[in-house]
């Protein structure tokens, strides 16, 4: 079983930056295939951003080259830094991560393995 754990959420205002975490437990930042999604109650959830085993990202539009996601492999974790948040950005964030099987940009991929979230609060 695959356990992902979240940190790094907060409060900021408008125009500043947070740095999310996502610690794995094993050696999974290799192979696996791992990704930042974010929960709203009007929107629902939101894929962020997907890095696939080989590196390769995929970012949802709204990310406009404001967030950048990155791992390190040494230490198990995956990041995701967030610059020029916009109160729009509040939201729970989630890590997702799976097996990758070559398909996880997909959009209808289902990631089996998730946190328990971070908030995050941007105000205005």
């Known amino acids: 079983q695959v356990r992902l754990v979240e940190s790094g959420g907060g409060s900021v205002q408008s125009g500043g930056s947070l740095r999310l975490s996502c610690k794995a437990s094993?050696?999974?930042?290799?192979?696996?295939?791992m990704a930042w999604f974010r929960r709203t109650p009007g929107k629902g959830r939101e894929k962020v951003a997907i890095?696939?085993?080989?590196?390769?990202?995929t970012n949802a539009k709204f990310v406009n080259g404001r967030f950048t996601i990155s791992k390190d492999t040494a230490l198990n974790t995956l990041y995701l830094q967030m610059n020029n948040l916009i109160p729009e950005d509040t939201a729970m964030y989630y890590c997702?991560?799976?097996?990758?099987?070559?398909?996880?940009?997909?959009?209808?991929?289902?990631?089996?393995?998730w946190g328990q979230g971070t908030q995050v609060t941007v105000s205005s």
């Open positions: 997702a991560a799976d097996t990758d099987g070559g398909w996880c940009h997909e959009a209808n991929f289902e990631f089996r393995f």
């Open positions: 094993g050696d999974i930042t290799r192979s696996y295939c």
């Open positions: 890095m696939a085993s080989d590196d390769t990202i």
